[in-house]
């Protein structure tokens, strides 16, 4: 297969490159909206009992649980007539809406409700409503809401927060950041580029591919968005999968054609061999990349499928670029791939010889430090595994909770709004209620008293609403508010001081489960939804970590005929990502680095992000795995020398990898300028993740592994050493007389 696509981009290279720049052009065009029709959710199940208990508030109670708020601050105090006033016409606009249900604030509730939409200072009152509508419609209407009607006069600010802001401010930080990594990432690869080729023009084909599959991207994108929802923050990381990884594809190809050129090859004959053996490499990595991400799509939570969906499509164009779109460039160019080599001039300079021959493997940097290495396999094995244990130990304390409005940089106004709620209006916070909805009640008033006396008499719960009244520490203390109950049903309110996404507001939840509620009861609100969506990740989770298992260990079985280097591989996969998962509770749970990060450190870790960084970690570090070992195989196959065979091949590739996870860690690091903090840890993450793999990993352990290993390294049992013959994926390789013959042509 291989060598036919090798063929058909050798022999009419024109056509491909015009085809490809056609199509890179129409999918600039069609995805250029793609960031307006993602979505800001995506971290609990429509399934799930708290994403009922919100449709059933929406439809049946006039949206009593307010998904949009605005805070009105005036100097002269909120019961001042210009105040009142400003505060009325508000809730005059938000009611005039047919896309807002339920307005109320300080100016129009009753009693009982309008004191708890009061801020303590009487300077400050709420404005509570309900958007209709999907994520995209909600946050769409928050941000002409907020455009209409926040701002500063007559001595009087207004600021919105609430879901519906929450996620249009997401939706818009999410596109600035996006256009800020990529300011940042473009430029850095470059110079990585020259310096890792020395040539303008060779350094400048793996990002020519990047853009090209940028473009795609954003078209796949907005593409997936025609037929299912697809999280925003896809938008950041499967752009930037898409020019790490065609960069990293199109380096092992460019950097492989070079060699082949070296060896006298003519530029045909070089294409060819290179498509055959570094593009074979690319198509195993893209595998296992795929289906690693391919794994995400087994949790119920669109955040992930959006993920697997667009992760495993742009890991197949950035791999069909490499090996169809690259090669028609190389033979294109020819030797002048080694073009405008910037090395040439600085080596005069400094009086070297301007164009060095060279360097036999065995005398390189890194054929001496394999060497090293292997001689002290066992201290260096002993001491790597160590360190790595010790640092992945802070994950032993992770704690999970559904992100929020301080996942917003600070000067954001949601997160503004969210930190004055959460302080000064906490029985308005809707963050700090649990709704519990009796959908089939009819019943008697005095059993709801009862039902709503017990739940208010649990630690920490400052009130309970219910149609029987509001009761405190067990006490009927006021009358019951309006709307509370009607023909569909009725629904309680239970306040608390706790922060909902910590253990000990998941412990409250569950004494609230534990009440025996008069009528089956479903649970809704902030704490509800926390434990939601862990219990639909934990349910998920053992056939995830299974599946990715499987597939890495039958691709990298189907790549080397061994079943010890699978297994190996993911071992030592396993710890490095520990180590970066330990790193990344230090800084984002516990709160370091919060300001050098600039995020607000909340106790808690979202709990997608090290699933998804699991998943994307995983496949990325097999990307060098499969590298390494292509060049270690073909050095075993022609020496059965393993030791040697460890050595050369990691001093043909060492250069190689690290270049390329430099390029990687530029390109994820770029996600560190988010101002979105869980986006952050991801960048973050993903950087440690890729740099500590291909130079502690790939450049220490994994040699003094395979050393302690010896032959075993490539042992099979009988039958499926037999299989692997007959199915296993090997080279297309070709006598060289016939390329040869095909460049005379």
Known sequence: MLTRIARLATSR???????????????????????????????????????????????????????????????????????????????????ARPDVRGARSYWTAPPPLASALRGADGKSALVVAFLVGDETEIQRTAGELADRLTGTGDGITVRQGGVAAIYHDVNAQTTRDLAVAEAVAIPLSMIVLVLVFGSL???????AIGLFAIAVTLAILRLFTLFTDVSIYALNLTTAMGLALAID????????????????????????????????????????????????????????????????????????????????????????????????????????????GPIAPEQSGWY??????????????????????????????????????RVLPANAPAHQVGDILREEFPQADPGAVTTIVLDENRGDIAVLGGY???????????????????????????????????DSGTYLSVSTRLDPYSP??????????????????LYGGAAAVNADSLDALGARMPLALALIALTTFVVLFLFTGSVVLPVKALLLNTLSLAAAFGAMVWIFQDGHLSGVLGFTPVGHMVPTMPILMFCLAFGLSMDYEVFLLSRIREEWLATHDNTRAVAIGVARTGRIFTAAAVLMAIVMGAMITSKVSFMQLMGLGLTLTVLADATIIRGLLAPALMRLLGPLNWWAPKPLARLHTRIGLSEEVEPDREPVAAARR
């Open 452 to 486: 709503a006396a017990r739940l208010s008499s649990i630690d920490d719960v400052p009130a309970v609403l219910s149609a029987a009244g509001i009761y405190v520490d067990g006490q009927r203390v006021a009358a019951a508010p309006p709307g509370l109950s009607n």
């Open 201 to 207: 023009v060779a350094a400048s084909l793996p990002l």
């Open 368 to 405: 001496r430090l394999v060497q090293v290495v292997m001689r002290h396999a066992v201290p260096v094995a002993v001491v790597i595994v160590a360190i790595l244990l010790a640092l992945g130990s802070p994950f032993l304390s992770v704690k999970f909770g559904y992100p929020d409005d």
């Open 13 to 95: 290279p024109r056509t491909v490159l015009a085809a490809a720049l056609a199509f890179a052009l129409l999918c600039g065009i069609f995805g250029a909206t793609a960031a307006g029709h993602l979505k800001s959710g995506g971290f609990t199940s429509d399934d799930a009992e708290s994403s009922r208990v919100t449709r059933l508030l929406a439809d049946n109670f006039d949206g009593a649980a307010p998904n949009f708020v605005l805070l009105i601050e005036s100097e002269t105090g909120v019961d001042d007539p210009v105040t009142r006033a400003a505060g009325l016409a508000l809730v005059d606009t938000l009611r």
């Open 249 to 356: 594809y199109s380096l092992f190809i460019v950097s492989r054609y070079r060699e082949e050129l070296g060896n006298g090859r003519e530029p045909v004959a070089a294409t060819i061999r290179a498509v055959q053996t570094a593009g074979r490499t690319v198509l195993f990595s893209a595998l296992t990349v795929a289906l690693s991400m391919a794994v995400l799509s087994v949790f119920n939570l669109y955040f992930l499928k959006s993920f697997a969906y667009t992760g495993v499509a742009v890991v197949v164009a950035a791999a069909a670029a490499s090996i169809l779109v690259l090669p028609a460039a190389l033979v294109l160019l020819g030797h002048r791939v080694n073009a405008a080599d910037l090395r040439v001039p600085l080596r005069r300079l400094f009086g070297r010889d301007p164009r060095p």
């Open 504 to 521: 000990a507001g998941q412990d409250q939840l569950r004494e609230i489960r534990a009440v025996a509620a008069p009528a089956p009861a």
